[in-house]
């Protein structure tokens, strides 16, 4: 089984910056992708940022010159690096990554439980 767990999340002002941090762990036999995606009270969730396992990264026009995606294939962790955030920016940011594991011979995609960002004007 995969678990990923998340982290970095809290409460930050207007303009300020977050580091959010997801390692995926288990029986991984290889992750195709890693994605960001957050979800806002009312709202429906919305995609983030992702990145490839060649290294690709894509973005959401709302965060695209603010946010940076980058992975470390070695600790099977991605990362969101947020800049000049905004209130519109919060929300709970979830984890997810497209998996193939050692017992189960297709890749699924598996989520994290999410990790709360508050932007304060």
Same mark, same amino acid.
């Given at each position: 089984q995969v678990q990923l767990v998340e982290s970095g999340g809290g409460l930050v002002q207007v303009g300020g910056s977050l580091r959010l941090s997801c390692?995926? %762990? /288990? %029986?991984?036999? %290889?992750?195709?992708?890693?994605?960001?995606? *957050?979800?806002? +009270? /009312? $709202?429906? *969730?919305?995609w983030v940022a992702s990145i490839t396992a060649a290294g690709t990264a894509n973005y959401a026009d709302s965060v695209r /010159? *603010?946010?940076?995606? %980058? *992975?470390? +294939?070695? $600790?099977?962790t991605v990362y969101l690096q947020m800049n000049s955030l905004n209130p519109e920016d919060t929300a709970i940011y979830y984890c997810n990554a497209l998996i193939r594991t050692y017992y189960i011979s297709d890749f699924h995609d598996y989520w994290g439980q999410g990790t709360q960002v508050t932007v304060s004007s």
């Amino acid at each position: 089984q995969v678990q990923l767990v998340e982290s970095g999340g809290g409460l930050v002002q207007v303009g300020g910056s977050l580091r959010l941090s997801c390692a995926a %762990s /288990g %029986s991984i036999f %290889s992750i195709n992708v890693m994605r960001w995606y *957050r979800q806002a +009270p /009312g $709202k429906q *969730r919305e995609w983030v940022a992702s990145i490839t396992a060649a290294g690709t990264a894509n973005y959401a026009d709302s965060v695209r /010159g *603010r946010f940076t995606i %980058s *992975r470390d +294939p070695a $600790k099977n962790t991605v990362y969101l690096q947020m800049n000049s955030l905004n209130p519109e920016d919060t929300a709970i940011y979830y984890c997810n990554a497209l998996i193939r594991t050692y017992y189960i011979s297709d890749f699924h995609d598996y989520w994290g439980q999410g990790t709360q960002v508050t932007v304060s004007s």
